[in-house]
């Protein structure tokens, strides 16, 4: 059996249902910072919600979510196009490339919001 | 290209979702700026002030609109609702009319 080793989660069903979950989490993050945002925000205020231990989890819960999503969503958009079929001998190549810095900078996003969350 | 339009607000989908990939690192740097200390927030609203900035923003606002409302009807697909071919074209009307909606209700709470 071929699996497919660049997907998430090894298994087409499994990168569906993530897609899902994460959607959910990421846009209801989205939706409550969208909110906090229009009802205004000074430093303090800011800084003391994301001081509490429930904005950090589910803060982290988004950016996690958004590095699955984006590697799944990511790997859809280059196994359709950065193929050996569309760019010739090439492709593999072309998307490896391609995968390898979607990887690093969703790892660099994550690592980057434990810093922004807990470092300052 | 001729395409239906529900492969335009298919494409656009991907399209959002890719530009969002890149648009996050604005997001996370003004999470950053937002939270290191108020002189750096103080910095960040003097830069969000700035035409070109308030254009990154809605830029990057819209593209995280269009893909929440296409991505919350492939939500509501999922649940077998209007996947008949009129019940597709609908969705995609609907897609591009409640974004252009919030686009512009963003691009107007931006400026």
Request: hydrophobic content about 55%.
């Amino acid at each position: 059996m071929v699996t497919a080793v660049t997907s998430m989660g090894r298994s087409g069903l499994y990168d569906w249902l993530m897609q899902r979950v994460t959607a959910v989490i990421l846009l209801s993050y989205f939706v409550f910072i969208a909110c906090v945002l229009m009802g205004g925000v000074d430093y303090a205020s800011w800084k003391a919600l994301y001081s509490q231990t429930w904005m950090r989890i589910f803060s982290l819960m988004a950016l996690f979510s958004l590095g699955i999503h984006a590697w799944v969503g990511m790997w859809a958009v280059f196994t359709d196009y950065l193929t050996e079929r569309l760019m010739g001998t090439r492709g593999n190549i072309l998307r490896f490339t391609a995968q390898s810095v979607c990887a690093l900078t969703m790892f660099t996003y994550v690592v980057w919001g434990i810093q922004i969350l807990w470092g300052n | 290209m001729r395409l239906p339009i529900t492969a335009w607000t298919s494409i656009a989908h991907r399209a959002s979702g890719v530009f969002l990939f890149a648009g996050m690192a604005v997001l996370i740097w003004g999470l950053d700026a937002s939270l290191a200390s108020p002189e750096s927030f103080e910095g960040l609203k003097e830069c969000l002030a700035s035409p070109l900035a308030k254009l990154v923003i809605w830029a990057v606002t819209a593209g995280l609109i269009y893909h929440s409302v296409a991505g919350i009807k492939h939500l509501i697909m999922d649940f077998g609702i209007g996947e008949s071919m009129e019940g597709g074209v609908r969705g995609a009307r609907l897609v591009i009319a409640v974004s252009v909606v919030l686009i512009l209700l963003a691009g107007i709470w931006i400026w």
